[in-house]
C-alpha cells in the first residue's frame, strides 16, 4: 500500500512564526499536493508538484510556499502564520489510474495547525 | 464558475439500514468524478473513479451513479455498518486539468447503532 506520511498530527503557533510542514511518501509517485480542509468547505488545494522541483500554484497559495527537493518529499512553508491559517493541512501523492487516467490521490493523515 | 454540490450536508441513519448521497456539478467540459470516504482525522480514501461513460460502479456496499447529462451523480450504501459513519466527498474534475479538483464539502453520515 502507498504510504503518505506526515510528519506532524497537531501544531499549535503563533503569529508571525515560520511553520514547516512536511509530507514523505513511500511509492515513487511523481504527482504531490497541498490542500488545506476547513469546515463546510471542500479542499482547497494550495500548491501541486508534478516533479522534483518544480511546483505549481493552486487555488489559494497566498501565504505559502513550497519545496521538492526530492521526489519523496513535498514541504510546506508558512513564511509568517497568522491566525487565517488554522486549518486542516492534507498532503496527498498520485500517479494516473490505469484505465481513466485520472489522477488517484492518496492521502495522508492531514496536520491540524491552529495558529494563535 | 465551477461548482460541486453535496445534499444533504449531514445524514442519520440506523445500523443496517440503506441510504442515497447526492452530488450536483456544474463543471465543463467533464473528464471524470469520484466519491472519497473521509474517516474523522483521517485523510480521503478512494472509493471510486466514473468516467462519462460510465453510468454505474459498485465497491463493495457502494455503489455510485453518474448521469452526465443532468450533472448528477449519487452514492448508495447498502445495509450500512458503523464503520460507515464518515463524510463522504464528491471530486469532479475536468478536461483542461487533471490536477486541479473540484471538491464538494462533503456528507457527513452517522450510523446509529
Known amino acids: 500500500d502507498v504510504k503518505v506520511t506526515q510528519s506532524s498530527r497537531y501544531l499549535v503557533k503563533r503569529t508571525g512564526e515560520k511553520v514547516f510542514l512536511e509530507c514523505v511518501q513511500d511509492m515513487d509517485h511523481e504527482n504531490m499536493f497541498w490542500y488545506r480542509q476547513d469546515p463546510g468547505l471542500g479542499l482547497r488545494l494550495i500548491y501541486f508538484?508534478?516533479?522534483?522541483?518544480?511546483?505549481e500554484k493552486g487555488d489559494i497559495p497566498e501565504g505559502y510556499s513550497v519545496s521538492r527537493e526530492k521526489k519523496e518529499r513535498f514541504s510546506l512553508i508558512l513564511e509568517s502564520a497568522s491566525t487565517n491559517q488554522t486549518s486542516m493541512y492534507l498532503c496527498?501523492?498520485?500517479?494516473?489510474?490505469?484505465?481513466?487516467?485520472?489522477?488517484?490521490?492518496?492521502f495522508g493523515a492531514g496536520s491540524r495547525l491552529t495558529v494563535l | 464558475k465551477n461548482q460541486v454540490e453535496q445534499s444533504p450536508q449531514s445524514l442519520i441513519i440506523l445500523e443496517g439500514k440503506n441510504c442515497t448521497l447526492q452530488c450536483n456539478y456544474t463543471v465543463s467540459p467533464f473528464s471524470n468524478l469520484r466519491w472519497y470516504k473521509q474517516d474523522t482525522g483521517r485523510g480521503p480514501v478512494s472509493l471510486t473513479i466514473m468516467t462519462f461513460s460510465e453510468n454505474t460502479k459498485s465497491n463493495g456496499r457502494y455503489t455510485a451513479t453518474l448521469d452526465a447529462d443532468t450533472k448528477q451523480s449519487s452514492l448508495h450504501i447498502t445495509a450500512s455498518q458503523l464503520s460507515d459513519s464518515a463524510s463522504y466527498i464528491c471530486?469532479?474534475?475536468?478536461?483542461?486539468?487533471?490536477?486541479?479538483?473540484?471538491w464538494g464539502a462533503g456528507t457527513k453520515l452517522i450510523i446509529k447503532p
Open positions: 496527498a501523492s498520485s500517479l494516473p489510474d490505469v484505465r481513466s487516467g485520472a489522477n488517484v490521490l492518496t
Open positions: 508538484s508534478y516533479d522534483v522541483k518544480m511546483k
Open positions: 471530486v469532479v474534475s475536468g478536461v483542461e486539468s487533471n490536477y486541479q479538483l473540484i
